[in-house]
């Protein structure tokens, strides 16, 4: 069941360019198994070297959707050492599905109000 009591201040951020941007950027079947891998691994995030080992695609492949996810705020990169972090941008996943979900049942609420008035 969908909590209908979302918080408005993570879902004002957004707006419907924005949203539809976001989700455009996890539209592709790659980005969106990057975006569930660095998911399951939390802050800590992975390596780039990493991540390309795990889905079992070039390098210059990666860095293409590496580059959309950024764009999009959805995740972030840090370098460690000598090995680049990729980690995910949590907010902007909580603000996407506050977004997405901050109407919730509104017609069901309205309906139901008509019928009692």
Request: charge should be positive.
């Amino acid at each position: 069941m969908v909590d209908c009591a979302v918080s408005l201040s993570y879902a004002a951020i957004m707006n419907l360019d924005k949203a539809a941007s976001t989700l455009g950027a996890m539209g592709n079947r790659t980005r969106l198994q990057v975006v569930r891998l660095l998911v399951r691994t939390g802050d800590q995030g992975l390596p780039v070297g990493r991540i390309q080992k795990e889905l079992k695609i070039p390098s210059s492949t990666l860095t293409h959707h590496l580059s959309h996810l950024r764009g999009a705020g959805l995740i972030r990169q840090d370098r460690q050492g000598t090995s680049l972090y990729c980690k995910m941008e949590y907010r902007q996943l909580d603000t996407l599905w506050k977004f997405l979900t901050k109407q919730c049942c509104i017609d069901m609420v309205q309906d139901r109000a008509k019928k009692v008035a």
